[in-house]
Each structure stands twice: as C-alpha cells, then as structure tokens.
C-alpha cells in the first residue's frame, strides 16, 4: 500500500461546478498536511496547508480527518484557471521526518 | 526576486557523461530537498539535507550526488548518465523539515 494515495482521475468538471478529492495516508504518525497544485510543465505550488480543524481560503477548504487517516480539497465554483494537478502531501516532523507526495489528481475545468 | 532557482533549465547530454545541477534559495530555509518527476509525473524524493547535513537519501543510484557547501545551496551531480535518468529535476526548500516547500523552476534533463 501507498504512503499516500490518491485517485488519479482525471476529473472533467463544467465551470462553476463544485468538486472535492481525497487523500488518504497510511503513517499515524503524520503531523503536518498540504495542497499542491501543480500546472503542466511547471513547479508545484503550496495551495494551503490542512489544519486539525479545517481551514477556507476562498474558494477552497481544506479538512483533515486523523481518525480516517485522509484530508480532502473542496473547490466550489470552479472556475478554467483551477484546472491542473492537486498534490495531496503528508509529513513526519522529526529529526528524519519527511514529507511524502501523493501522485497527483488531474483536474479539468471545462466551459 | 526569486525563492528558489535552479540552473540550468534544460540539459539535453549524451549516455555516459557526468552534469550537475544547480540550486539556490534565498528564503533563509534551513532544508533543502531534490525531486525527480518522471514521464508520468509521479514525484519521487531523491535527498534532504537540513542545516548542511544529509537527512534523506532514498533508493537512488549512487551516480547521484548531492552536495550542500553550505545552507543556500545544494548541487546534485549524476555520473555515468543514463536513458532513465531522463525527467525533470525539482530543488525545493523548507523552514525545516516537515514545513511546506517552496519548489524550483525545475530541469528538464535530457539523455540521448
């Protein structure tokens, strides 16, 4: 089983549409939660980070559940520039700690 | 100003040769990390370094090797190149380990 997994997609959703991925972890002991999102041919980009008790910038929320082991991205009114891959990452804060890359949900927004 | 960058941006060699890359960032980050993104843009960890010292080596060739003179900075130079060592080559950094990061522009490497 992966560290992190997520699914792949790819999700073709029409402007305006409210979509949401998953991300589920396999190490209890993570600590600290991410969005990435990464365009064609670019870097990845820090979205948000996850808190315990969710967090919103905008458009997007974020939530974490320890219990279940997964974090989600909730995007409402998705507009063609969201299009892009979401990276989910998970880390480990200690000395050797590292953070773990999901390997990406694909994500188009059509007119 | 730029965070973090990487030169070069593209590197087009030939089977057998030895190249480096380099990275710098200017965030004052005490972590800094090496990426390899395949063709099918999964992002795999090559190496961490925190506060100069190597903290992450995965299951990488020993072809491949990091160096960090000092905080700012960490080079990653392949020996002996080969077809697969094709992809992208992401530098980022962190505050420390565990924190978010801040990627490179990225070097699109090349074997022929």
């Known amino acids: 089983r992966k560290e992190v997994e997520q699914d792949p997609g790819p999700f073709n959703v029409p402007e305006g549409a409210t979509v949401a991925f998953n991300c589920t972890y396999s190490?209890?002991?993570?600590?600290?939660f991410f969005w990435y999102r990464q365009d064609c041919r670019k870097e990845p980009k820090l979205l948000m980070s996850?808190?315990?008790s969710g967090n919103e910038d905008g458009r997007f929320t974020a939530q974490l559940n320890r219990a279940s082991q997964y974090i989600s991205l909730l995007i409402r009114d998705s507009k063609l520039s969201d299009s892009a891959t979401y990276l989910c990452?998970?880390?480990?804060?200690?000395?050797?700690?590292?953070?773990?890359f999901g390997d990406g949900t694909t994500l188009t927004v059509k007119p | 100003d730029t965070a973090v960058s990487q030169t070069p941006k593209y590197l087009v060699t030939q089977m057998g040769n030895d190249k480096s890359i380099k990275c710098e960032q200017n965030?004052?980050?005490?972590?800094m990390y090496w990426y390899k993104q395949d063709s099918k843009k999964f992002l795999k960890i090559m190496f961490s370094?925190?506060?100069?010292?190597?903290?992450i080596n995965e299951t990488v060739p020993n072809r491949f090797s990091p160096k960090s003179p000092d905080k700012a900075h960490l080079n990653l130079h392949i020996n002996s190149l080969e077809l697969g060592d094709s992809a992208v080559y992401f530098c980022?950094?962190?505050?420390?380990?565990?924190?978010?990061?801040?990627f490179g522009p990225g070097t699109r490497l090349t074997v022929t």
């Open positions: 980022a950094s962190s505050q420390d380990l565990g924190s978010e990061q801040y």
């Open positions: 190490n209890s002991a993570s600590q600290s």
């Open positions: 996850v808190y315990s």
């Open positions: 990452v998970v880390s480990v804060n200690t000395n050797a700690g590292k953070s773990t």
């Open positions: 965030l004052g980050h005490d972590t």
């Open positions: 370094y925190n506060n100069k010292e190597l903290i």
